[in-house]
């Protein structure tokens, strides 16, 4: 009996220990607009993180799967700038968004909108689930 318990507890522990640990995040870009992207890794308690930075050409349906800075930790946010193609920024202000996990250090909506400034119009920003961010 001491064995079963015992056992439950590891895999419960295991479990956890998973769930607690970041997954690869996929980008989709599905614009005709190019963006420079700030990922942020955080751990749970908002004490450290560390970032990815990528920059997204044009869509529509463009994808990009970032891993992890840290994979003991969750995806916190992304700071999206609009860009022209050389992934320079074209002067329109960035838009901050958070995951949908337990962490939301800096109180950011999960989806927020922009405006491009390299002729492309408005553009949303969403973090659809932990590990996917998609901009329309």
Same mark, same amino acid.
């Given at each position: 009996?001491?064995?079963?318990?015992?056992?439950?507890?590891?895999?419960?522990?295991?479990?956890?220990?998973?769930?607690?640990?970041?997954?690869?995040?996929?980008?989709?870009?599905?614009?005709?607009?190019?963006?420079?992207?700030?990922?942020?890794?955080?751990?749970?308690?908002?004490?450290? %993180?560390?970032?990815?930075?990528? /920059?997204?050409?044009? =869509? !529509?349906?463009?994808?990009?799967?970032?891993? #992890?800075? &840290?994979? @003991?930790?969750?995806?916190?946010?992304?700071?999206?700038?609009?860009?022209?193609?050389?992934?320079?920024?074209?002067?329109?202000?960035?838009?901050?968004?958070?995951?949908?996990?337990?962490?939301?250090?800096?109180?950011?909506?999960? %989806?927020?909108?922009?405006?491009? /400034?390299?002729?492309? =119009? !408005?553009?949303?920003?969403?973090?659809?689930? #932990?590990? &996917?961010? @998609?901009?329309?």
């Amino acid at each position: 009996m001491k064995k079963m318990i015992f056992s439950c507890f590891l895999l419960i522990a295991g479990a956890a220990t998973a769930l607690a640990q970041s997954s690869p995040l996929t980008v989709t870009n599905n614009t005709n607009c190019a963006f420079e992207i700030e990922l942020f890794n955080t751990e749970d308690g908002c004490g450290a %993180s560390c970032s990815v930075t990528i /920059c997204i050409p044009p =869509g !529509p349906g463009t994808m990009q799967v970032v891993n #992890p800075c &840290n994979p @003991d930790w969750f995806w916190d946010r992304a700071i999206v700038t609009p860009t022209i193609d050389a992934c320079t920024p074209c002067g329109s202000p960035s838009v901050g968004v958070a995951s949908p996990n337990p962490t939301n250090c800096l109180g950011l909506p999960n %989806s927020d909108n922009g405006i491009h /400034c390299a002729g492309c =119009g !408005p553009y949303m920003v969403v973090f659809s689930s #932990p590990t &996917n961010l @998609d901009l329309f």
